[in-house]
């Protein structure tokens, strides 16, 4: 938040500079995901990376889908620090981290019904289903604790300590790989492994951050957190409208990816695999472009709490164009070592020979998708989660009609372009959205 202060106008080494940190743990997340598909990819059979694909997918739909725990944070967070209301900061805090338990407890109680409906719905042979299942009975019980970390991503990005919550979230990833690769390669657990280092991984993750952040409130901010005086009727109401905007737009955009793994599976399980280490590579450059959207989360609510439109437009206009060179660069980089990676993720020759079949849309979508992107990031910090919701319902809406359509013609490669569409109708929403921000000034 210095770089703001100590200039009206933000430029794009100043955003790149903030975003530095981002970048380091925006790549951590994916890079679990790669280390988990890899050690399942490398089992020598499809029902291994079929059932973390299918696992893995429902429940990053279902923790995603509250993703409103952190983005709803950014925002009130940030503004908040722009008026230097501390203990409204810690309050909104309190109040996230409530709701996070009540929502962690009402997932649990209903885990036997999601788990009846994944083996309804997936197109699975019987031994991938017991492995889903057997993934699925371990990895719900992290959700308390992804939830409350999300909170606390959420909060320090607020208040721009970008390295603290990328600390967290690089300590978190390499936690969870290492649990998991020790699980699987050296006790044999698979996908029982897999999920039981994310188990682990969170909850030391989410401990140790704990502890770090009630200290920091308490010396930087001078507040000690109390749990009373948080039923505010206005504040509620504000928290539960935000709140439900994004979890609305959440939900929608989790089942999209879901969705790429449900119409995988009605084509085989060879190809469910292949989608699900193609998706690693579209995820890892939504991660890492989503850095320069993380970081300016915070300055477009900061600048929007100092009624400053010359710095909140200098913002949207240098983080677009560094998203987009950004993005032209991970796509050569995909074009020069996509094959190697490959033979690295897996050992199954049919899952090598139909990846390099759709090489083109790992190489396409990161581009085209920037925008949507860092579009998104603006519209959080500016608290604008209408907009936010009605882009993705009609984005998604669109998606899976023109999905049902291409698929029937063109086959896998239907799914993907789909997806490219999908991206662009974002793009094109939210855009159409932005005048709204500017009302703010």
């Known amino acids: ?58 429940m990053t739909m279902i923790i995603w889908s ?75 019980f992290s959700v308390p604790a992804e939830l409350v970390i999300y909170i606390l991503i959420g909060f320090y990005l607020g208040i721009q300590k970008t390295k603290i919550s990328s600390l967290l979230i690089i300590i978190m ?53 109390r749990f009373d005086n948080l039923i505010i009727k206005s504040k509620i109401i504000k928290l539960f409208n935000i709140n439900l905007d994004i979890f609305i737009r959440t939900l929608f955009l989790t089942f999209s990816f879901l969705w790429i793994t449900y119409l995988g599976s009605k084509i085989g399980e060879d190809y469910l695999a292949v989608n699900t280490i193609l998706l690693q590579f579209i995820i890892l450059a939504a991660f890492f472009l989503d850095a320069y959207a993380f970081s300016t989360e915070g300055v477009v609510g900061f600048a929007i709490g100092r009624r400053n439109e010359k710095s909140f437009l200098t913002v949207v206009k240098n983080s677009i164009q560094l998203s987009f060179i950004t993005a032209v660069i991970i796509s050569l980089f995909y074009l020069i070592f996509f094959k ?25 979508i990161p581009p085209v998708a920037c925008f949507c992107y860092q579009l998104d990031g603006i519209f959080i910090g500016a608290s604008q989660t209408k907009e936010l919701r009605n882009a993705m319902i009609v984005s998604v809406i669109g998606y899976i009609g023109v999905s049902i359509l291409l698929t029937r013609y063109l086959g896998n490669h239907g799914i993907w372009f789909s997806l490219l569409l999908f991206m662009i109708f974002r793009a094109a929403t939210l855009q159409f959205y932005f005048k709204n921000i500017l009302k703010k000034f």
């Open 173 to 225: 990833s390499i936690l969870n790989i290492v649990f998991s690769s020790l699980l699987v390669l050296t006790f044999d657990l698979n996908v029982l492994g897999v999920a039981l280092g994310t188990l682990i991984a969170s909850y030391l993750t989410v401990t140790i951050f704990l502890i770090f952040t009630y200290n920091y409130i308490t010396k930087k901010f001078k507040v000690i957190p």
């Open 1 to 58: 938040m210095e770089l703001l202060k100590s200039s009206s106008k933000f430029s794009k080494k100043q955003i790149f500079l903030l975003s530095i940190p981002v970048f380091f743990s925006n790549i951590a997340i994916p890079l679990v995901g790669m280390v988990d598909t890899g050690l399942m990819g490398n089992l020598g059979e499809t029902k291994y990376l079929a059932a973390t694909s299918v696992a893995t997918s429902v």
């Open 66 to 140: 509250f993703g409103f725990l952190r983005m709803g944070t950014v925002g009130i967070v940030a503004q908040a620090f722009g008026r230097s209301d501390y203990r409204e900061i810690v309050k909104t805090l309190l109040r996230n981290f409530v709701i996070a338990l009540v929502v962690a407890f009402i997932i649990l109680i209903f885990t036997p019904l999601i788990k009846s409906l994944i083996n309804h719905f997936f197109s699975t042979s019987n031994d991938t289903e017991v492995l889903i299942n057997t993934y699925l009975n371990v990895r719900v």
């Open 340 to 364: 190697e990676i490959i033979y690295i993720i897996t050992d199954i020759e049919i899952l090598r020979f139909i990846s390099f079949q759709h090489i083109l849309w790992v190489i396409i």
